[in-house]
């Protein structure tokens, strides 16, 4: 039984879809968010904006932790195209933990 707020694996790979088709008209943001998805489906994979990996399906606690890099990461001024990619990470994980979305 999954969490109340959180989306199933095949949301994840529902939204990792979208985003894929998405990714040619404003690349970064989508880009973060299907990482994330990558991610999510498949722990062998490196996290979207901390590069860790967790050898199993990522848990709640490390969902959450990578959003909040993700957003540490969007508020960084000094590094343009990373907080685009960092905002669509944030976004996509937010989304997955059912968090309100993260905004300018």
């Known amino acids: 039984m ?3 707020g959180t989306s199933s ?4 790979a529902a939204g990792a879809a979208e985003l894929a088709r998405r990714a040619g008209c404003a690349p970064a943001q989508p880009a973060g968010g ?4 990558r991610w999510v489906l498949d722990p062998a994979v490196p996290a979207p904006v901390t590069g860790r990996t967790v050898g199993s399906p990522p848990a709640d606690r490390d969902l959450t932790a990578e959003e909040r890099a993700a957003i540490e ?6 590094r343009p195209p ?3 990619h960092a905002l ?17």
């Open 2 to 4: 999954r969490p109340e």
């Open 9 to 12: 694996r095949e949301e994840v």
């Open 34 to 37: 299907l990482a994330s998805c």
């Open 73 to 78: 990461a969007f508020r960084d001024t000094g």
């Open 82 to 84: 990373e907080r685009e």
């Open 88 to 104: 669509g990470a944030a976004r996509v994980l937010g989304w997955i933990l059912g968090f309100t979305p993260v905004s300018r």
